[in-house]
């Protein structure tokens, strides 16, 4: 993989996995998916492997990842959901015409038509964002922690009490702030 890339945040949970697409929104964002192969990288790694993309395509993408961290972060903070959001999801969720089909050793996979393969891949998280912010699915939505990220998140945790929306970056960079802040106190150096 190209060193220009960043590398993706996956998680369980397909629909936060794609809002993480863009990460540190409130600090000096990153954006996981710049072009349209980035995209189609992103959707192989995912399970949703496409052919190609173009930009109006990558555009769409955006726009769903978008509406879906807004209706996300309205119900991680039981606020009313955005109703441009909700649209949004709504019409990638119905013109996707991706099935699910279980394979030989009885897992599901997506298939996707060979027609308009990204919309139907854009159909699949839309349906899994409408999953989680609807209740569906065992679980809650969240907010990061951290300042600079405070992407929402899809805790499955039996507490549900997680805080980070990975512990291997939000996590560890709050930790290390923390501790660094603590040193500083003892040798008396910061406040």
Known sequence: ????????RLGSVLA???TATLTE???????????P????????????????CTTAQLELARELRESIHA????????ATLPASAVQVINDRSAQGRAAA?????????????SASAVE????????????????ERDGRLALCA????????????????????DMNTCGNRQKKARFNANQRKKSGTGA
């Open 71 to 78: 209706a996300a972060t309205a119900s991680a903070i039981q």
């Open 16 to 18: 936060t996995s794609f």
């Open 25 to 35: 929104r409130r600090g000096d964002a990153v954006e996981r998916i710049p072009t």
């Open 120 to 135: 139907d891949a854009l159909g699949v998280i839309a349906a899994d964002a409408i999953s989680i912010i609807s209740g």
């Open 146 to 165: 951290s300042p600079t990220c405070q992407a929402a998140f899809f805790d499955t945790s039996q507490s549900r009490t997680r805080r980070w929306c």
């Open 101 to 113: 089909i279980l394979t030989p050793d009885g897992k599901r996979r997506w298939q996707l038509s």
């Open 37 to 52: 192969h980035r995209l189609v990288d992103w959707l192989a790694v995912s399970g949703l492997a496409v052919d190609s």
């Open 1 to 8: 993989m190209p060193a220009e890339f960043p590398d993706f």
